[in-house]
């Protein structure tokens, strides 16, 4: 014989099956790479526009401070790249986003290390970005429920 279906009431045993909410929200609203581009361009925004403002200022912090403090230093910014270590610091470099490209446009940092550091400086712009990166990709974890909230 069958077993007896499950019913639900409010003083029953048994309880319904909760879906989570992330993974309900992300089911069907919206563009879920926003805060994956959004992310990337400008360090928190991905964040922000989930509405984790905690998260988001403290990784705009983070990497804006960072940022400057290696563009003080008088940190190199890759522009061109000619072996595998200027690809990769390239590449770390155009995690930043909009910052990266605002700071190639206003001429900030310096094109050749001159003192020692100058080269920390490079090092933190380019953790700045991979940083950034990351806190992207998390952002779009979250938007598509892959990551709880």
């Known amino acids: 014989m069958p077993p007896a279906p499950v019913r639900y009431s409010q003083k029953g045993m048994s309880t319904p099956p909760i879906k989570h909410a992330a993974a309900s929200q992300a089911s069907g609203q919206g563009f879920v790479y926003l805060p994956l581009i959004a992310g990337w361009l400008v360090p928190g925004a991905g964040h922000f526009l989930l509405r984790k403002w905690g998260r988001g200022a403290l990784l705009s912090a983070s990497i804006l401070g960072m940022f400057v403090l290696g563009i003080a230093m008088q940190g190199k910014l890759y522009s061109n790249a000619h072996d595998i270590l200027d690809i990769l610091g390239l590449a770390g470099d155009l995690g930043n986003g909009l910052v990266y490209i605002l ?3 206003l001429g900030l940092g310096a094109d050749q290390v001159q003192v020692t550091t100058a080269d920390y400086g490079t090092r933190f712009i380019v953790v700045a970005g991979l940083l ?9 974890n979250l938007r598509t429920g892959r990551k709880s909230w």
């Open 103 to 105: 700071s190639r446009a």
């Open 132 to 140: 950034n990166v990351i806190a992207a990709v998390d952002a779009h």
